[in-house]
């Protein structure tokens, strides 16, 4: 039985990318540009974003699901994001607004698909039931060193502890943002690859063009 087609009156914008690549710097810039244009924003997270799903956020992060294996851990991400979906992102989609998302599903397909060495059919299986037709308009792939984003996010965290992913050796950051760059390539259409190396003005200036060239310019459609 098909289901009936869900309308999108709003648009869907993800950040993905390596620690400290510049994500939540960059979620709120452009939460800030598209509010001065007076549309409708929702800034949100992964893992969390609604009430449920951060408290799925506070095991994730903390290391509890790990010791389950890296199939276990993606389904806990896809758990938590269906609540997302549900709770947060597809009612403000329905009603028109803006959804910027700091992760999503990439984030599942690289840490725990190409890192965790999951079979591409468990993870586009995964993301076909948890996530559907609700994929991204557009997805801002921040790209940059993995020692650079490493010494951003250490810089940022002063003498906070390291959570569970900040805690892997450099290579896992390395091959962290192969998997990204390759997501990219495979799904040119959705995603922008920007060079997150440069200050956060030009960052935002890349993204700001390439919010209107894609979004901006076009009618919401259905
Ligand atoms: N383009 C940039 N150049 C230099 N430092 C940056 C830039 N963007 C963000 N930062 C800083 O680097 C740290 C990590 O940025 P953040 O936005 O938290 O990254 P992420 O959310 O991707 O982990 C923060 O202290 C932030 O102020
Ligand atoms: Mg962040």
């Known amino acids: 039985m098909p289901a009936a087609k869900r309308v999108r009156k709003g648009r869907f914008i993800t950040f993905e990318g390596g620690e ?3 994500k939540s ?3 709120k810039r452009l939460v800030e ?3 001065a244009r007076k549309i409708e924003t929702v800034a ?3 893992p969390g974003g609604s009430p449920n799903a951060e408290e799925l956020r506070k095991a994730l992060l903390a290391g509890l699901v790990a010791p389950l294996g890296p199939a276990a851990e ?16 597809k009612p403000a989609l ?3 607004a803006y ?3 700091d992760r999503f599903a990439d984030s599942t397909r690289a840490y725990q ?3 965790g060495k999951l079979s591409e059919d468990f993870i586009d299986g995964l993301e076909r039931v948890t996530v559907g037709d609700a994929m991204p308009d557009l997805t801002f792939m921040l790209d940059l060193p993995a020692e650079d984003g490493l010494a951003r996010a250490g810089a940022r965290r002063g003498n906070g502890t390291v959570d569970r992913f900040e805690a892997e050796k450099l290579d896992f950051h390395l091959a962290l943002r192969d998997a990204f760059k390759t997501i990219a390539a495979r799904n040119p259409q959705r995603c922008v690859v920007i060079d997150a190396s440069r200050s956060a003005d030009d960052v935002a200036a890349d993204v700001w063009r390439a919010v209107e060239t894609r979004l901006l310019g076009q009618k919401a459609s259905s």
């Open 20 to 22: 400290g690549a510049g």
């Open 44 to 46: 949100t997270r992964e």
């Open 33 to 35: 540009a598209l509010a």
């Open 99 to 101: 959804v910027v998302c």
């Open 74 to 89: 993606a389904m806990i991400f896809s758990a938590a994001r269906i609540d997302h979906l549900d709770a947060l992102i």
């Open 25 to 27: 710097t960059q979620v």
């Open 94 to 96: 329905a009603r028109g």
């Open 113 to 115: 698909g190409a890192l």
